[in-house]
């Protein structure tokens, strides 16, 4: 079955810097890649998604990039604030399927 | 957007006893709901997929017969924890993919229920 991993586990930057986010899955047929934030205790809410046939998309200060061939996918945050911190959860749904598999999340701390 | 509401928030149990779980789509339709649990500082961990009017799918691993879900309707889920145990103890969160609304993909959160069992 398809297994995503996500790096870094936690992540500290400077009010202002770029963040990145990095997912890699297993299985190639995925074709669905959300990304969520969830502080603490509560829900998850997706930021930005993007599909197979698609390599890039930009949301504001939110973008995710995806490599088929390498089977991986990032999330970038640029202009980082402080109310940017949270946990962050990639995500890579299998084909012929509505389920999700999530990553391991990142921890992100914008300090001011 | 689309929301998704969960009952009870948080609740707290004894060792044996049976807690249910409601999810409801307040503004829309769901034919397919998602049922996860997540430890302290984990990630979420798929426990199995609703589907109104149909049995439920479980994934690997998750007894069907200690965690019973019912999608009686197309905006009401539950879980019942039954013969709930300490190691039972966690968030459970559920999601629903909106029928016929916004993005066919999209799956929305609930806030989460906290289960203690003493």
């Known amino acids: 079955g398809e297994n995503v991993e996500q790096h870094p586990s936690t992540l500290s930057v400077q009010e202002g810097d770029s963040a990145v986010i990095k997912c890699t899955y297993s299985?190639?047929?995925?074709?669905?890649f959300p990304w969520y934030k969830q502080e603490l205790g509560k829900r998850p809410q997706l930021i930005i998604d993007i599909r197979s046939n698609v390599g890039e998309k930009k949301d504001q200060r939110i973008a995710v990039t995806l490599n088929k061939t390498a089977k991986h996918f990032s999330l970038h945050i640029t202009e980082t604030q402080p109310e940017d911190s949270a946990v962050y959860f990639c995500?890579?749904?299998?084909?012929?399927?509505?389920?999700?598999?999530f990553g391991t999340g990142t921890r992100l701390q914008v300090f001011p | 957007g689309a929301v998704v509401s969960q009952h009870p928030s948080r609740v707290i149990c004894k060792s044996g006893t049976s807690v249910k779980i409601e999810c409801r789509s307040l503004d829309f339709q769901a034919t397919t709901m998602f049922w996860y649990r997540q430890f302290p500082k984990q990630s979420l961990m798929l426990m199995a997929t609703s589907n109104e009017g149909s049995k439920a799918t479980y994934e690997q691993g998750v007894e069907k017969d200690k965690f019973l879900i019912n999608h009686a309707s197309l905006t009401l889920s539950t879980l019942t924890v039954t013969s709930a145990h300490p190691e039972d103890s966690s968030f459970y969160i559920c999601?629903?993919?909106?029928?016929?609304?916004?993005?066919?993909?999209?799956?929305?959160f609930g806030p989460g229920t906290r289960l203690t069992v003493l």
């Open positions: 995500a890579a749904r299998p084909d012929n399927t509505d389920k999700l598999i």
């Open positions: 999601s629903a993919m909106a029928t016929g609304r916004g993005s066919p993909d999209t799956q929305y």
């Open positions: 299985d190639s047929a995925s074709n669905y």
